[in-house]
């Protein structure tokens, strides 16, 4: 009997450093049964003690034979069944459409500090005239006209059911490296998530399915109960192939604090400084500003825990200024508001209840880059967004999101816009 725990001990040892092949590890278990070194019973002791171990030392990072990047890779996403119903009061025209978004993303640590990420999401193409382009064939050489497939809209992943059943585009979302030399600083670089390039608490600027590309700097240190952080970023705009003009691009610095007033109550506060270079510049999908922008932006949000009823208060708001010299007018931009309900959404009747009210003049923002659901995204609008969400499961949320909107110059009986969206997100 002794011999026989021996020889389970050395398999088991054995089984654990080649753990990677569990067909291979049931047979030797199940070969050592039939000769008799080991019974039945203790080969499946071995078994199930073997794929423990395996998914221990996964968990840890630590297999000998699995790269260490799969080891450390792990998958995240949601879909999103939603009901939406456009109001415009020209025509009295009611638009309802059935739509969906679904996103999957991947993450993995190549190594201690340096880690990579991808994700994929639905959304909506067009095709964009390429012009005559020289194509070469046997017989010498031509020309020919052709097309190119674009995102056609990227502050949206959204697919509207329609066409015949059509199927849903998958786009690549997002796909960086994210490198950290030291616990308080960050280096990412390629097409980031949203939120890398600045902090801010509304969608007032950046629409939140907007996943920017370039290379942005993160430092965070906390000194006592203060939380400081510097957020650096470069984002290319466009590219435009030309040798008499630059590419549009834009910088952004943004220094920021977070401080804890006691257990409960949080303040946190940030003043970004972006810069767009545009002007007169092709951007694509947000067309060719007259002017560039010199955006001051600051941020802040009052957290209290358990204020009422036991229940969480926030007060926010983002303001913009743009000071170019050729914006003189029209300038500003504000959106503030308060967010009431559970501090996080965990369960069945979890809820939370927020009010916004936003204004975004002509000249305080590029056209079309924030929340694509404000009138569009455009500029020269006002009104107001409220939003109530209820958990349905843990993991089940059933959001109701009403916006109501209207220019602030030239508005008419006929420019109001209302919105309304009915949305059940499944987080997986």
Request: proline share 2%; net charge negative; glycine share 8%.
């Amino acid at each position: 009997m002794k011999v026989k725990r021996v020889v389970a001990g050395v398999v088991v040892a054995m089984m654990v450093s080649a753990v990677g092949f569990a067909s291979e590890v049931d047979s030797l278990a199940n070969l050592l049964a039939e000769k008799g070194i080991i019974n039945y019973g203790e080969a499946q002791q071995v078994m199930t003690e073997t794929k423990e171990a395996s998914r221990s030392l996964i968990a840890q990072g630590k297999h000998d034979t699995l790269p260490y990047w799969i080891q450390n890779i792990s998958m995240k996403g949601d879909l999103r069944l939603r009901h939406q119903i456009d109001w415009a009061v020209t025509g009295n025209t009611v638009r309802e459409r059935e739509r969906l978004r679904l996103r999957t993303g991947f993450d993995t640590r190549i190594s201690e500090n340096l880690k990579a990420g991808f994700g994929l999401a639905t959304g909506s193409e067009k095709n964009l005239d390429a012009g005559a382009v020289t194509v070469s064939t046997k017989t010498g050489s031509g020309t020919a006209t052709g097309t190119t497939i674009i995102d056609a809209e990227p502050t949206s992943t959204n697919h509207t059911f329609g066409n015949g059943f059509a199927k849903a585009m998958l786009m690549v979302d997002y796909a960086y490296l994210e490198y950290t030399p030291y616990s308080w600083a960050k280096v990412t670089g390629g097409k980031m998530k949203s939120g890398t390039q600045l902090w801010q608490t509304t969608d007032l600027q950046w629409d939140t399915d907007i996943n920017p590309d370039g290379l942005a700097v993160n430092f965070t240190k906390t000194f006592g109960k203060v939380d400081t952080f510097l957020n650096a970023s470069y984002l290319v705009v466009n590219e435009l192939n030309s040798a008499t003009q630059d590419n549009p691009d834009m910088t952004i610095i943004q220094p920021g604090a977070s401080y804890n007033i006691t257990d409960t109550i949080n303040a946190k506060a940030a003043v970004a400084f972006e810069q767009f270079n545009v002007n007169g510049k092709y951007t694509g999908y947000y067309g060719t500003p007259a002017f560039d922008y010199c955006i001051t932006a600051p941020s802040v949000n009052l957290a209290f825990k358990e204020l009422l009823l036991g229940y969480s208060v926030n007060v926010f708001g983002d303001f913009t200024n743009n000071s170019d010299s050729k914006a003189t007018t029209d300038t500003m931009g504000s959106a503030y508001g308060v967010k009431v309900g559970n501090e996080k959404i965990a369960g069945f009747g979890d809820w939370q209840a927020t009010y916004l009210s936003r204004r975004l003049e002509a000249n305080a923002w590029l056209n079309k880059l924030g929340d694509s659901d404000t009138y569009g995204g455009a500029v020269n609008t006002q009104g107001m967004e409220a939003i109530v969400s209820v958990g349905l499961t843990s993991a089940t949320t059933l959001i109701f999101d009403y916006y109501s909107m209207d220019l602030i110059k030239n508005s008419t009986s006929l420019t109001p816009k209302t919105l309304l969206q009915c949305d059940v997100v499944y987080k997986f």
